[in-house]
């Protein structure tokens, strides 16, 4: 069964600490996402990748930064930590276009569980 | 960019009851993906029902339906026969066709199915 892990489901962390969100996946998927969720306002891109070492800013990727050493691992830093960084955060994978048309056009995402972060 | 639009907050149904969700859309593209996501409150996001833009045909999946309008930009999930375990927020989903691009979503509908 495919399958994204995401380290911590629950996480306390204080103001100006570093903090790491790390989300692995055992699918091959060339792309990997980090997503925030917060009431009424839905899921909100933060950043993504489509390849090993690349990464691509999404909607709000003021305060973040990722890291992509290996392909089936996708790593969210909080460089510095703040209250309004208190959030579900949750990360997905998929196949890549060119390998989804290959799949049945499978172009969903499987989502790990999230990791809700609250920053005291 | 394009915006995903939920309108009803939160909705209610009785066990047994059909009830609709609404999405629409925006996008200048003629080709790409809609989703509908499932997010009980176990937090684990599922993936209900997919449809591609190009396909005229409504996709179906047992007790969950859409009705696609592509002029319109509308994208509806039916659910029929709803039963307790339904009860979960519902998240409506845009993908362009280009690789790497990242899913758009609703801010989603709070769905609870009551006996």
């Known amino acids: 069964d495919v399958k994204v892990t995401q380290s911590s489901r629950y996480l306390v962390k204080r103001t100006g600490e570093k903090v790491f969100l790390e989300c692995v996946q055992d699918m091959d998927h060339e792309n990997m996402f980090w997503y925030r969720q917060d009431p009424g306002l839905g899921l909100r891109l933060i950043y993504f990748s489509y390849d090993v070492k690349m990464k691509e800013k999404g909607d709000i990727p003021e305060g973040y930064s990722v890291s992509r050493e290996k392909k089936e691992r996708f790593s969210l830093i909080l460089e510095s930590a703040s209250t309004n960084q208190t959030s579900m955060y949750l990360c997905?994978?998929?196949?890549?276009?060119?390998?989804?048309?290959?799949?049945?056009?499978?172009?969903?995402?499987?989502f790990g569980s999230g990791t809700r972060l609250t920053v005291v | 960019a394009q915006t995903v639009t939920q309108s009803q907050p939160e909705m209610s149904v009785q066990e047994a009851e059909t009830v609709t969700l609404s999405c629409t859309y925006d996008?200048?593209?003629?080709?790409?993906?809609l989703f509908w996501y499932k997010q009980p409150p176990s937090r684990q996001m599922i993936l209900v029902i997919r449809?591609?833009?190009?396909?005229?045909q409504n996709a179906t999946e047992n007790r969950f339906s859409v009705n696609f309008q592509k002029a319109a930009k509308s994208f509806s999930l039916k659910i029929s026969d709803s039963q307790l375990g339904d009860t979960a927020m519902y998240f409506c989903?845009?993908?362009?066709?280009?690789?790497?691009?990242?899913?758009?979503f609703g801010k989603g509908t709070s769905l609870l199915v009551t006996p």
């Open positions: 997905a994978s998929s196949l890549s276009s060119d390998s989804a048309r290959r799949v049945d056009f499978n172009y969903g995402y499987t």
């Open positions: 449809q591609e833009a190009y396909k005229q």
């Open positions: 989903a845009f993908r362009p066709p280009n690789s790497g691009y990242a899913l758009n």
């Open positions: 996008t200048s593209e003629n080709n790409y993906y």
